[in-house]
């Protein structure tokens, strides 16, 4: 254990757990709501493209490329923050 | 020393010895289409794709041949996370999203998107939930996580048995992937056909295990997504002269919804949630959001995807390593749509309506591969009907250069990156069951006190045998690729997700919690799949049985919450040992009395 006391230790974990519902949420948004609502955002067309049509075919699939890339340096800070990022 | 000296040199270099392949492998294309150009049948362009590109992955594996465990198990984790990423992408992106997605799009429109978003969403939850976590326990398998937090061989098993079943229908899948491919371009039966394939699959893996497999599915994933790319981009330059179809497939769907007013088709492409007649239907709703969820549950559940990032050098690269694979995969998926709309163009426009006898040389050829195309002139007037042209999802990515007339060194390259994508997978999927089996059963259970020759014989042995099965159940022909893919993840989301996530997340999750957790989800799952597929079960609220997860995975996490609460919690060692997983940086505190590398 990389030298902290119990409190540290469960700071971090605190803020790594917000981290992770913060991104779970979202993950629920682009994956379940929007497609819900798919026949109304169908109404919209854009270049060709339908909008609910667009999101569950590229839309939600550049979320999950930002999200993954974010939460890999966002949790990178809570690392550093706490010392317990490897060398 | 002189190892170690031209391994570090080896990983430094890593970017110009691929961006070399890469540039290789366009000449290579180059110079077959010349040779088209200049009278080369066909035929022997289909033989060059073929043996050339597994030739390569056989040179690759060669080279990488090991005699250490942790390069055999984890490619001695070194693996830099953008080029991980790559192999990731290879070992993910299977003949199910090569071959049958955009087929798949094609037959069902919005429907097919379900797969497009439940094949990438998943990775948010693995980078998220479970693979850095992993990565800092450091083992050689998934089930060996279960059996340490888990204190024991039972959980051990339980992980094993699913890891097995998942696995195995999986691969069977690929094989049968490999089979229509290698038939189709070598011009040999379908059965024949699967046992050259199973050749390529072993010469990847067998002399180097994890090592050789990352680096051939690295070559794997240039060669695939070149292929995809390729005919996509061509067709979309030559019906819009815009080179991107990310973009321009928008008045291909414009166009589609013309057509299809002109054909009387009631069920548009881009329509959601609609049955055959074009209405909203509550069923079809319910459906897509039960595959979506299974396929990311099955994601994040499936051991040849979570032990890629066993191999990263530290949990910070093992992080970003999940970024780089979603994004290789991104790159496929979000041009499957395209490939989809512009096969569906093209036979709307071409095809439909023509007179039979004079359909092209690939209708033909296509005939010819196990029933998967079929024209029959129903009402006898000697034109083709949109109800006369029955294609399988399975072939539409594979056929499409040749019904949009492209040139035939297109198709070639496309069936090198079909076989690019099934063998990789296949390879990954082969390595999860066989050092499931080797280090897992074989080493934990029979024999702790093997020699590391002794071990890694067994693992070849068995990798050979697993790998022989497959093929011959394949030959059998059980099912479509994408169900039998679909399957595969149902039951690695229902048995392994939760003791996974609630490993990590919930230290009050004990031993007797997972290991009920496992049985009851995974025996529901398994339950409703065999029971609607076999012996005629009525549906449950109308969910097909791909999505056969949505009933196993609640009841799996409800379970192990209910019997962890209700049973003593887990040693004060055990919560410590949960506690170094979590942070990345300093040792494991491994609880006292368990065994590990």
Known sequence: ?87 | MAQAMAKSSFINNLGKIYAGYAGGFIFFVLVLAVLEQMGVSNRIIGYCFVFLTIGVYAYIGILSRTMELSEYYVAGRVVPPFFNGMATGADWMSAASFISMAGGLYLAGYGGLGYVLGWTGGYVLVGVLLAPYLRKFGQFTVPDFLGVRYEGNTARICGVVVLICASFTYIVAQCFGIGIITSRFLDIPFEVAIFVGLVGILVCSMLGGMRAVTWTQVAQYIILIIAYLTPVVWLSYKLYGNPIPELSYGQALTEIAQLEQKLGITKPHVGAYVDAAGKFSWVEFNNFWALVLTLMIGTASLPHILMRYFTTPNVRDARKSVGWSIFFIFLLYFTAPAYAAFAKLEVYRNVIGQKIAELPAWVQNWSQVGGLLTIKDNNGDGILQLGEFIINQDIIVLSMPEIAGLPYVISGLVAAGGLAAALSTADGLLLAIANALSHDIYYKMIDPKASTLRRLTVARVLLVGVAIIAAAVAGTRPAGIIQMVAWAFSLAAAGLFAPLVLGIWWKRTNAAGAISGMIVGFGVCAYYLVGTRYFDMPLWFGIRNISSALFGLPLAFLVTWAVSLMTAQPSKEMQAFVDSIRIPKGELAWVKGVTHE
Request: charged share 15%; aromatic share 16%; glycine share 6%.
């Open chain 1, 1 to 87: 254990m990389a030298d902290l006391t119990p409190a540290q230790r469960d700071a971090y974990w605190k803020k790594t757990s917000r981290l992770m519902w913060i991104i779970m949420v979202l993950w629920v948004v682009f994956s379940f709501v929007i497609p819900a609502f798919a026949v109304q955002l169908n109404e919209i067309v854009i270049g060709g493209f339908p909008l609910g049509f667009y999101m569950a075919a590229q839309g939600s699939l550049i979320a999950y490329v930002v999200l993954c890339f974010w939460n890999a340096s966002a949790q990178n800070k809570i690392d550093e923050e706490f010392g317990v990022a490897e060398e």
